[in-house]
């Protein structure tokens, strides 16, 4: 069945340098690849996305690549600050057979002051 | 302008038991969604509402689930009767535009089933 693999599950960071989070997604007619971040106790909220038809989007300190060919995306946030610790979710969906999104089961990102 | 809210925020109730969440999307988003997430796994799309109509329903466990969207507004998602592997975070999440698949989430409903 359709699925999305998240990796890591945690990932603790020195507060300035780079965290990473890496996805992979299973079904190729996927279009649409959402970037959720939960901070404790909250609601998840969308950061980013990013459509098929596109490799890359950046905005200030968070990027995502895409790679459609290896079924791969990934989120890159830099200059990493306390505030963005958090659960980060990554999502892909598409516009065939139904619009369900299917998420991958979170990384859970420290950031060390 | 008002957010996705999902009320309770949370719930304990017995095995056995019936519990009906209630999502109110952010007004005018035709799309709705329902997600559960169990002790820390991913979060599982349960269905999707477009207005009042069921778009897909394919994530739904079984029958002891029933989401209802009368009139296209708020939506109910009730569990009859609950079991203890209901336990979860259950959100409801709206979008108007469907390229925006689930954009604005609810902060979520706690169930606990003892």
């Known amino acids: 069945g359709e699925n999305v693999e998240q990796h890591p599950s945690t990932l603790s960071v020195q507060e300035g340098d780079s965290a990473v989070i890496k996805c992979t997604y299973s079904?190729?007619?996927?279009?649409?690849f959402p970037w959720y971040k939960q901070e404790l106790g909250k609601r998840p909220q969308l950061i980013i996305d990013?459509?098929?038809?596109?490799g890359e989007k950046k905005d200030q300190r968070i990027a995502v690549t895409l790679n459609k060919t290896a079924k791969h995306f990934s989120l890159h946030i830099t200059e990493t600050q306390p505030e963005d610790s958090a659960v980060y979710f990554c999502a892909a969906s598409k516009n065939t057979g139904g619009f369900k999104t299917i998420f991958g089961a979170g990384t859970r990102l420290f950031v060390k002051a | 302008e008002a957010g996705v809210t999902q009320f309770p925020s949370h719930s304990v109730i017995e095995k056995g038991q019936t519990v009906t969440l209630r999502c109110d999307p952010i007004?005018?988003?035709?799309?709705l969604y329902w997600y559960r997430r169990v002790m820390g796994k991913e979060i599982k799309f349960l269905l999707h509402?477009?207005?009042?109509?069921?778009?897909?329903e394919s994530g739904m466990p079984n029958n002891r689930f029933l989401a209802e969207r009368t009139g296209g507004t708020y939506s109910t998602l009730k569990v009859q009767p609950a079991e203890l592997e209901d336990s979860g975070v259950y959100f409801c999440a709206s979008s108007q535009d469907l390229r925006d698949r689930a954009a604005f989430f609810g902060q979520g409903t706690r169930l606990t089933v003892v």
């Open positions: 007004s005018g988003h035709d799309n």
């Open positions: 079904d190729s007619a996927s279009n649409y």
């Open positions: 509402f477009v207005k009042e109509s069921k778009q897909d």
């Open positions: 990013i459509r098929s038809n596109v």
